[in-house]
């Protein structure tokens, strides 16, 4: 943006002359790392969990999605988001359905049916750049950090937009 007025250039960009570009994420001295920022207390269904009890989670935990384990292994991740759908795609039932009968019908499915088989994760060295690059490409709000195929946490949209406020980033 220029003050022609003044005849002085101004940046959004802080120091950095007009018409430099912003360095590409990566670029440079490595960044911060996904261990510095996962959340490691992380709660997980596994895939033979009803959906009235994924439901429940999700609701009771306020959080919108959970990774799915089968012991210690990461098989999937589950959403509000995939919840909904399964009730939008598959809910053949006539308006005015009970509560009973609804709560009958979330019974009878499992996280299996909806969950996302195949989540994109990282490790905890990645860089927090490729999630955020991911997280966007993909239209996800939420990736698993992982090491051979065991969860060590969870990283969020939520936490990579607080360490840009608090700087880290």
């Given amino acids: 943006m220029t003050d022609r007025a003044a005849g002085n250039a101004t940046t959004l960009d802080g120091d ?3 018409g430099k570009r912003r360095p590409r994420p990566g670029a440079g001295p490595p960044g911060l790392r996904l261990k510095e920022l996962i959340s490691r207390k992380v709660v997980t269904v596994s895939p033979e969990a009803s959906l009235r009890e994924l439901a429940e989670i999700l609701e009771s935990e306020e959080i919108s999605g ?5 012991g210690t292994r990461v098989v999937g ?6 919840l909904l759908r399964f009730e939008s795609e598959g809910s053949a039932e006539p308006a005015g359905l009970d509560e009973a009968r609804e709560r009958a019908g979330l019974e009878g499915h499992t996280v299996s049916e909806v969950m996302t088989r195949t989540p994109f ?8 750049h490729e999630a955020a690059e991911y997280m966007v490409r ?9 090491r051979n ?9 939520t936490d990579i937009l607080r360490a840009v406020a608090e700087r880290r980033l």
């Fill in 149 to 157: 195929l065991e969860l060590v946490g969870i990283v969020t949209a």
């Fill in 77 to 82: 991740v589950v959403s509000a988001t995939d």
């Fill in 16 to 18: 950095r002359p007009p």
């Fill in 138 to 146: 993909a239209g996800v709000h939420r990736l698993l950090v992982t």
């Fill in 121 to 128: 994760t990282l490790t905890p060295d990645s860089e927090v």
């Fill in 66 to 70: 959970v990774p799915v384990l089968a």
